[in-house]
């Protein structure tokens, strides 16, 4: 997986993941033994705000914000769906694979979480959160709980924590633009 070869998702489908704590992400406290890091973003306020903001969110803008091409096996709403998202160009790119472990498509709280597949340069999970309060308040919320998993990964060290730290930013500022229509 990664460089010079492309990955499709449906080879993905029955991998294990690469972590033990599947879902930790929907628990209130991250799991011990990982870089966590969960950012809220109040976006604005009313009904227009959040529906455009939940669509951002299972629409992967998040991922295409950072130029990553996104290939799924099927949508963000579905837990077992398989993404492959990849980093450069079709055939020198990095593929980057990840599997849907849980969705919240009703209610006041809604987004998706996902999970590290061999391949991936980290090991954990991700969660995209979209609420709307009673007074109509919205947030957008980036749960994290990673470790790096690859001997790249681990080699970069600093740098690969930087590359994820300006990712959450292009990330938010995703949702700051989806919230603004």
Known sequence: MGLLRAVTPADLTDVPFT?????????????????????????G????????????????????SVGLRVRATGPATEPGTVVVLT???????????????????????????????PGHPESGEEAFLVRISPTGEVTVTLRVFSRLASPAARLAGPFAWGMQSLATKRYLAAFRGAARG
Do not use: K
Request: negative net charge; proline residues 5%; charged residues 25%.
């Open 87 to 117: 980093a450069g160009l079709d055939r020198l790119g990095f593929d980057i694979p990840c599997r849907v472990v849980w969705a919240r498509t009703e209610g006041d709280e809604r987004g998706f979480a996902y999970g590290t597949l």
């Open 19 to 43: 972590y033990a704590e599947i879902g930790a992400t929907a628990e209130p406290d991250l799991p011990a033994g990982y870089r966590h890091s969960e950012h809220v973003l109040p976006v």
């Open 45 to 64: 306020s009313g009904r227009a705000v959040f529906d455009r903001c939940v669509a951002a969110v299972f629409g992967w803008r998040a991922q295409h």
